[in-house]
């Protein structure tokens, strides 16, 4: 698909061939033979070839062929080789600037292609999260360091297993395509396990094993593990990830910290112990947002991070995934633009039947 509305730099760049050999021919005209500038009438098709098809840079080197010999007829430099070396130029210019039109479009299309394979790489990593699982309801963001971006190191998923709604946040250590890779073991040794294990630690211990078996050197992934049933109770393990944020019914915050601090996942060679499980209540009307380090670590222009803990009322709106949007681009006016890592957010409301939004607090 074509931009209908391309870019103002792309713009000026289309119409720069036709500018340049304008200028060139109005100077040329005015200043006389004497100055020499037939053979700058080249500069038209080298300019086309950086922006447009071959087609439109052969047809700028027609007409800079054709104003080549009508300046050369003007100024008298035919049948005189310098006229006929002027065309040999702009002919060659011509040329070099198909090829260059020609190698471009093909590097375009093979950039088209490799988007089009992240964008699926996404959608089957980062699968859309259900819209409720068990007694909650499910929100996600996820905005990417980098404006074009479509994939990075985030991870996020919710399971409703007949153990309880199963969630995994997580940060995987690095970029590029080996923390995609490293995001798509760690999310596939979750989804596999989640279904299986009856408890929450067996599950961790899953995922452990499988990180620390596929991840190579220092690689690690931080993660929380979220386990949500019916008796309005959370079991987290967390692996050396940011505490979640727990917003009671009164609007109030709560980062609940674990007893001890556990190494990520895929560090378990080091020797320290696993994480411990800890329960925190959660009950209707409460909301309880998972989230990665993009988030609390985004800083302003005067070096302040973003306070999460006070940005609570943004949450008060009734429909989970516009109150999630509010957050997110709020996040994105502290930071002055895309924050400087991947930020994931997962929002979880507990709800009663016919409940559907956090409890008002005036």
């Known amino acids: 698909m074509t931009d209908k509305n391309p870019p103002p730099n792309r713009t000026a760049l289309s119409w720069m061939p036709l500018a340049v050999m304008a200028v060139i021919a109005v100077v040329d005209v005015v200043a006389g033979p004497g100055i020499g500038l037939l053979p700058l009438v080249s500069l038209g098709p080298a300019f086309a070839g950086l922006v447009g098809g071959w087609r439109r840079t052969a047809v700028i080197g027609a007409l800079a062929l054709l104003l080549c ?6 100024n008298g430099l035919f049948p005189a080789p310098r006229g006929y070396t002027a065309m040999a130029s702009v002919a060659g210019v011509t040329g070099v600037g198909i090829a260059a039109a020609l190698a471009r479009s093909r590097r375009e299309a093979e950039l088209a292609s490799v988007r089009s394979i992240a964008e699926v790489a996404q959608r089957v990593l980062l699968r859309p999260v259900p819209l409720t699982a068990g007694p909650v309801q ?10 074009e971006a479509r994939i990075g190191g985030d991870l996020y998923e919710v399971v409703a297993s007949p153990h309880g ?4 946040v997580g940060d995987v250590q690095g970029k590029g395509l080996a923390a995609v890779e490293t995001a798509a073991v760690v999310l596939g040794a979750f989804r596999e396990a989640a279904y299986d294990e009856p408890d929450l630690l067996g599950l961790g211990e899953r995922v452990e094993r499988s990180a620390a078996r596929e991840l190579e050197g220092e690689r690690f992934v931080t993660a929380i593990l979220a386990e949500i049933r019916a008796d309005r109770e959370v ?6 990830h940011p505490a979640p944020m727990l917003v009671r019914r009164d609007g109030g915050a709560d980062f609940p910290e674990p007893p001890s601090y556990a190494l990520p996942l895929g560090l378990s060679a080091h020797g320290a112990d ?3 499980p800890f329960r925190v209540a959660f009950a209707p009307g409460e909301q309880l947002l998972l989230y990665t380090d993009g988030v609390t670590e985004a800083r302003d222009r ?3 991070f973003y306070p999460l803990g006070e940005r609570t009322h943004l949450l008060k709106e009734p429909d989970a995934n516009r109150a999630l949007e509010a957050l997110r681009e709020d996040l994105v006016q502290h930071a002055g633009g895309p924050p400087g890592d991947d930020a994931a957010m997962l929002l979880l409301r507990y709800h009663r039947r016919g409940d559907r939004g956090p409890a008002s607090t005036g």
């Open 235 to 240: 079991v987290f393990l967390n692996y050396g």
């Open 138 to 147: 499910v929100a996600v963001s996820y905005t990417s360091a980098v404006a």
């Open 165 to 168: 709604v199963r969630v995994i």
């Open 69 to 74: 010999v009508g300046l050369g007829l003007y």
């Open 274 to 276: 696993g994480p411990e």
């Open 302 to 304: 005067d070096g302040h």
